[in-house]
């Protein structure tokens, strides 16, 4: 039998998978837990579930000798030394493919809600009712059918992302590490690069995981070859985006708007975002449907026992720690 922690809510019936392989099961239910307070509530666990938001870096692997196997929430990993995981002979995994679909939609959805301020009129009109109509009311947007979509990351949910554009027969761009021959065939997209993109495309959503290479990918120079009519749209992870930047150039109109899901220092949020009413904001919610998450937690739940039963997990992100044979 081995301890498994888990540092969120879990859905019963995956708890109940883990119980019958006959595991102690430890679930968090409350605020995030912090380092000292993950120390001590995965002390002596062989498997530990995690959220984007738990880091797992070296002090925290060091202080759990006992750990084999960290299974994300989630398709990024950016919240664990995954370097310092392989070296102890840690397993890492994600839960990529299972939400790709959710994330595209909600990259839609912030798309439209930001081009036709759909957040803005709704809340005009509960606090000052109905306004009438007229042929110039204040809430004018902008047209989405048969422009121009940038899509910086061009992997399962940029894809994604981009079949949907074909049904509002876009001009799809995209710009990613590699070029993507098959994709740009089956989707019609154009490869381009990054500061040639952001200059022809009237939406750009970003798609990219983080890393050393993305990190403020997206900042005051690159914000300024987007167009002035333009909306940027982050569905990846908030250090992508120099929010500094993304403010400065929101308040003085130098693009037109923004959705975002993800910020710079989550759970923080910039508060210069808080008071434009040219930006739409969600707290991270873009595998936050009921489908989605309960297959990303069975996913985690099926690493987490192939690797307790000396089996290789299905989606192991650090094979170099999988012991040869």
């Not at 039998?1 to 102690?24: C, Q, S, W, Y």
């Not at 959705?259 to 910039?270: I, Q």
Request: hydrophobic share 45%; charged share 25%.
């Amino acid at each position: 039998m081995a301890k498994v922690a888990i540092t969120t809510k879990f859905f019963p019936e995956e708890l109940a998978r883990l119980k019958d392989a006959g595991h102690e099961v430890v679930v968090h239910d409350g605020q995030p837990l912090g380092k000292p307070g993950l120390l001590a509530f995965a002390k002596e666990a062989e498997g530990l579930i995690v959220l984007l938001s738990d880091r797992i870096d070296e002090e925290v692997l060091e202080g759990l000798p006992t750990l084999r196997i960290v299974a994300n929430l989630g398709v990024g990993v950016d919240n664990i030394d995954v370097a310092g995981a392989t070296r102890r002979g840690v397993l890492v995994t994600n839960t990529p493919d299972v939400l790709t679909e959710a994330t595209a939609d909600l990259a839609w959805a912030l798309l439209m809600a930001t081009a036709r301020r759909v957040v803005e009129a709704d809340r005009d009109l509960r606090r000052e009712g109905f306004p009438g109509w007229t042929f110039l009311p204040k809430h004018l947007g902008t047209d989405v059918y048969g422009k121009t979509l940038g899509i910086v990351g061009f992997g399962r949910i940029g894809q994604a992302v981009a079949r949907r554009a074909q049904g509002f027969a876009m001009r799809i761009l995209y710009f990613s590490r590699t070029r993507k021959p098959e994709a740009e065939k089956a989707l019609g997209a154009r490869f381009l690069p990054l500061h040639e993109l952001l200059g022809e495309s009237d939406y750009v959503v970003l798609c990219v995981p983080l890393t050393s290479e993305t990190r403020h990918l997206i900042g005051a120079r690159e914000l300024g070859l987007m167009k002035k009519e333009a909306i940027l749209v982050n569905v990846a992870r908030g250090p992508v985006v120099d929010e500094e930047a993304l403010v400065r150039a929101l308040q003085e109109g130098r693009i037109l708007g923004a959705g975002l899901d993800v910020f710079e220092r989550e759970p923080e949020v910039h508060p210069g975002l808080i008071g434009l009413r040219n930006v739409v904001l969600t707290p991270h919610i873009g595998s936050a449907t009921w489908a989605t998450r309960r297959r990303m937690a069975a996913l985690a739940v099926d690493n987490v026992l192939a690797a307790l039963r000396g089996q290789r997990p299905p989606t192991l992100v650090n094979p170099e720690a999988w012991p040869k044979t």
